[in-house]
């Protein structure tokens, strides 16, 4: 199991970053990305922290790889880019953005500026548009299949648009509590239950690798 979004209490996660690894750890993870919701008030405070824990525990901790990244979240669509840039000068090896999840006001237009910005995965995207996927794939930008609650409600949508056009999905849990945490079992039940066939779904857990490689952690 490889999971790029997660969350410790760094924002609103039940865990601090030491015990979501040994949790995750527990599951049979092998990597685990912790990518804390930030905006322009915290992102100074909270990136720094992430680094620093992963790198202490890339030296104590070799047996699973811990990612420092964020969460770019309910920004103003404008704002998107200009912080992505600033997380990665500040250390962040992975960018998310919360993309229009249907199950939270989020601002209109957020996937299009996403897409447009310099990030890695748009993360739960909701009911994204035919030509947001496809412009996914030309940006080589991850789509996420979401496993939590609500998020999960367009799965089905998604995966058939990025199917239909071969833009690369990825599946993370965007975990806030031990109970979000899954194995690689339950993450191909979740892709499954999404409508992808067994092939796309060993695909999809594939994806995960080479965005992991891609960081050269």
């Known amino acids: 199991m490889i999971d790029l979004h997660t969350h410790s209490l760094l924002s609103d996660g039940q865990l601090c970053p030491a015990e979501l690894v040994q949790r995750a750890?527990?599951?049979?993870?092998?990597?685990?990305?912790?990518?804390?919701?930030?905006?322009?008030?915290?992102?100074?405070?909270?990136?720094?922290?992430?680094v620093k824990f992963c790198r202490e525990n890339a030296h104590?901790?070799?047996?699973?790889?811990?990612?420092?990244?964020?969460?770019?979240?309910?920004?103003?669509?404008?704002?998107?880019?200009?912080?992505?840039?600033?997380?990665?000068?500040?250390?962040?090896?992975?960018?998310?953005?919360?993309?229009?999840?249907?199950?939270?006001p989020v601002p209109n237009h957020t996937n299009t500026a996403a897409l447009d910005a310099d990030i890695d995965i748009l993360a739960h995207p909701g009911l994204i548009s035919e030509e947001e996927v496809k412009i996914a794939k030309e940006r080589g930008i991850y789509l996420e299949i979401s496993s939590r609650k609500g998020h999960s409600l367009t799965n089905g949508w998604l995966a058939r648009l990025a199917t239909k056009w071969g833009t690369k999905l990825i599946l993370n849990t965007d975990a806030h509590r031990v109970e979000d945490l899954i194995t690689g079992e339950t993450a191909r039940k979740i892709l499954q239950g999404a409508g992808l066939s067994y092939r796309e779904i060993e695909s999809v857990m594939r994806n995960s690798q080479e965005l992991v490689e891609k960081m050269n952690l």
């Open 25 to 50: 750890k527990k599951k049979g993870y092998r990597a685990l990305a912790i990518t804390d919701h930030v905006d322009s008030s915290n992102l100074d405070l909270i990136v720094p922290q992430i």
């Open 60 to 104: 104590l901790n070799s047996d699973i790889r811990v990612i420092p990244g964020v969460e770019l979240t309910h920004l103003l669509p404008p704002l998107i880019n200009k912080l992505a840039r600033k997380a990665r000068e500040k250390g962040a090896k992975l960018i998310i953005v919360h993309g229009e999840t249907i199950v939270e």
